[in-house]
């Protein structure tokens, strides 16, 4: 094994809240084959459980709370020359038995002053998107939200501020990977990508400026964007915008402190739509509080906006969010595993919503939304090969593994999937090979 071959004194796993379990897994695979290495975890997951993680896996010695590239340094330093770890800020460890936390370590102030990744060791032909033939990779200009929605975390890991990297940076780092690893397809994966409708178009007329042909994608808030802004983007590459539409009901929207209206949603979709940029509408089903009709209202919603691709989640009390914190006090979390917290399973039931008929109306949400004619002609129209081949993905893992009611209604629909994704893969076949294929 790759493991016993390098023989390192420290291993370091990240994980979120949905793959905590295989990570407790690698940290017991670490210490079985190397049983004096030092296991270090981190990420968003941890940073709000850290103690219970500590708790629930004796091989995990350390962990490292919210951004950790200053201090894995230091305590890489600090295990090399033997001086232990009390005092590095940012961690979580045992002292003779007690788990014991340092405080807090300041957030980075200067993103420029991090190095660019590297993805040298990666299988860079793997890394996709919507189903491009070229490889694309992840690019964070910004870190932070000062928006404080309930269902997220970014905000309390970022303490509420927002930080960014210079245009020329973040232009830097597109003309590195370009000539490094010869890729031109990105997505910038910033919490909220267009904050500053200032910063954006200074980072799109850098690249423009530099001749850099690139195409990318981004999430932006309803609110954050104009029709300029988003012919700057269009200028400069951008194919593809996700967001977060959440719900149709004002009243869910205010809950979950989204500060904007279901005419705004509606307005932004329109500006993409009339610019030609794909659009990806992602919406939270079953928040406590709301109805059926809510939930029913909120599809039909999405469907109303003529996005690209819909993406429809299960409402996930995360730890760390202020949802969580909710619904754990009220005694309504069903769920403890955290392999289900993956936004598709239900893990907490309301007096309106037990978790049957959830998973019922998300299914019907996705199957309503992919196979109505009216969609499937605009994709034959546009020729979407990545988006299609996209929204197969998305069904086949989604959708395809949880059909198991063997009722008639259930057949029929899988059924009506299985023509659907027939007519994707004509499609396919027709825009590889027919006139103006993508």
């Not at 990420?43 to 629930?56: E, I, K, M, N, R």
């Not at 990744?117 to 998107?129: A, F, G, I």
């Not at 039909?300 to 969580?324: H, M, N, R, W």
């Not at 004619?373 to 069904?395: E, F, G, W």
């Amino acid at each position: 094994m790759i493991m016993r071959r390098v023989s390192p004194d420290v291993v370091g796993i990240t994980s979120t809240t949905s793959t905590i379990n295989q990570a407790f897994e690698a940290a017991k695979v670490a210490k079985r084959l190397l049983p004096y290495c030092t296991v270090v975890m981190g990420g968003p997951h941890v940073t709000f459980s850290d103690l219970s993680t500590l708790a629930s896996c004796e091989e995990v010695d350390i962990v490292v709370r919210g951004e950790g590239e200053v201090t894995l340094i230091e305590l890489l330093e600090r295990l090399e020359d033997g001086r232990g770890v009390k005092g590095v800020l940012g961690l979580t460890y045992r002292e003779e038995g007690r788990a014991r936390r340092e405080p807090d370590r300041p957030l980075i102030e200067n993103l420029d002053s991090l190095p660019f990744p590297s993805y040298k060791h990666l299988p860079l032909n793997l890394y996709r998107s919507f189903g491009l033939k070229v490889p694309s990779l992840p690019v964070a200009t910004s870190r932070g939200c000062p928006f404080k929605c309930s269902f997220c975390v970014a905000w309390k890991l970022n303490k509420g501020i927002w930080r960014t990297r210079s245009a020329i940076n973040v232009v830097d780092e597109l003309e590195h990977h370009v000539s490094t690893y010869g890729v031109t397809d990105f997505s910038f994966v910033d919490d909220l990508f267009t904050l500053s409708r200032r910063r954006v178009k200074e980072i799109c007329r850098e690249m423009r400026k530099r001749g850099l042909k690139v195409t990318w994608g981004c999430s932006a808030r309803v609110d954050t964007v104009d029709y300029e802004l988003l012919l700057e983007m269009k200028r400069a590459g951008c194919h593809t915008l996700y967001f977060g539409v959440e719900s149709r009901s004002s009243r869910t929207l205010k809950d979950m402190r989204k500060g904007f209206t279901p005419e705004r949603v509606r307005e932004a979709f329109r500006l993409a739509r009339q610019l030609g940029i794909n659009t990806v509408a992602s919406a939270i089903l079953f928040w406590p509080g709301e109805t059926r009709r809510d939930v029913e209202e909120t599809v039909k919603f999405v469907k109303s906006l003529e996005s690209d691709i819909a993406q429809f989640c299960i409402a996930t009390p995360f730890p760390g969010t202020d949802l969580y914190e909710r619904l754990k006090e009220a005694g309504m979390i069903r769920e403890e595993d955290w392999s289900k917290y993956d936004i598709v399973t239900p893990v907490f039931e309301t007096p309106e919503f037990n978790r049957k008929y959830m998973v019922f109306k998300w299914k019907s949400a996705y199957l309503t939304f992919y196979l109505r004619p009216s969609y499937i002609a605009k994709r034959l129209v546009k020729r979407s090969l990545p988006l299609l081949k996209a929204v197969v993905y998305m069904i086949k893992q989604a959708l395809i593994g949880r059909l198991r009611l063997p009722s008639p209604e259930e057949a029929l629909r899988t059924r009506l999937l299985k023509d659907f994704l027939k007519q994707i893969l004509q499609v396919r076949d027709l825009s590889m090979h027919g006139p103006g294929g993508v």
